[in-house]
Antibody
Framework: QIQLVQSGPELKKPGESVKISCKAS????????MYWVKQAPGQGLQYMGW????????TYADDFKGRFVFFLETSASTAYLQINNLKNEDMATYFC?????????WGQGVMVTVSS | DIQMTQSPSSMSASLGDRVTITCQAS??????LIWFQQKPGKSPRPMIY???NLANGVPSRFSGSRSGSDYSLTISSLESEDMADYHC?????????FGAGTKLELK
């Protein structure tokens, strides 16, 4: 069956970097893009962007240009989100989702805590 | 960017009530809208896609409709398992945008 399994929770200090993985199984990884969504504590969902898994080309929403990086390890059917120079406002749960209507495949989410 | 104005932000209702949540799009999005349900600590689950289509496994008490730029999710007879947050998403135009969400609670 189709699954997206994300890495575990992270506790980081401001200024550090974090790398979150999203491993896909049950389908051909390069046939569908990977979507990234942020959810701050008690808040709604925020579109971060997506990565074309066939070409590796990332597309970032404006709020996520600069410190956020989407990349792939195609041989492992895995997409990654790296956040550099972490700030307090990056504290959130980050979801990956297969970019296919109706967005019915999601990872379980990764909670990133930023605390000094 | 297309703004999705979702209302209400929260509501309480009784079991058996008819409940409607609305998203208004600031620009034309056609029917390129999905409604998600999200329970605490869980990933979003699609309920309605292409504005009016029921997603797989979703009970028939859920429905989606469109009137102009207003998109609605209706639960015809509320059940306890429907208590959750609901989010709309437009994917017509980059960047995709979510509504702010609606928290549905039991009265």
């Amino acid at each position: 069956q189709i699954q997206l399994v994300q890495s575990g929770p992270e506790l980081k200090k401001p200024g550090e970097s974090v790398k979150i993985s999203c491993k896909a199984s049950g389908y051909t990884f390069t046939n569908y893009g990977m979507y990234w969504v942020k959810q701050a504590p008690g808040q709604g969902l925020q579109y971060m962007g997506w990565i074309n898994t066939e070409t590796g080309k990332p597309t970032y929403a404006d709020d996520f240009k600069g410190r956020f990086v989407f990349f792939l390890e195609t041989s492992a059917s895995t997409a990654y989100l790296q956040i550099n120079n972490l700030k307090n406002e990056d504290m959130a749960t980050y979801f990956c989702a297969r970019r296919s209507i109706p967005f019915d495949y999601w990872g379980q989410g990764v909670m990133v805590t930023v605390s000094s | 960017d297309i703004q999705m104005t979702q209302s209400p932000s929260s509501m309480s209702a009784s079991l058996g009530d008819r409940v409607t949540i609305t998203c208004q799009a600031s620009q034309d999005i056609g029917n390129n809208l999905i409604w998600f349900q999200q329970k605490p600590g869980k990933s979003p689950r699609p309920m309605i896609y292409y504005a009016t289509n029921l997603a797989n496994g979703v009970p028939s008490r859920f429905s989606g409709s469109r009137s102009g730029s207003d998109y609605s999710l209706t639960i015809s007879s509320l059940e306890s398992e429907d208590m959750a947050d609901y989010h709309c998403l437009q994917y017509k135009q980059y960047p995709d945008t979510f509504g702010a969400g609606t928290k549905l609670e039991l009265k």
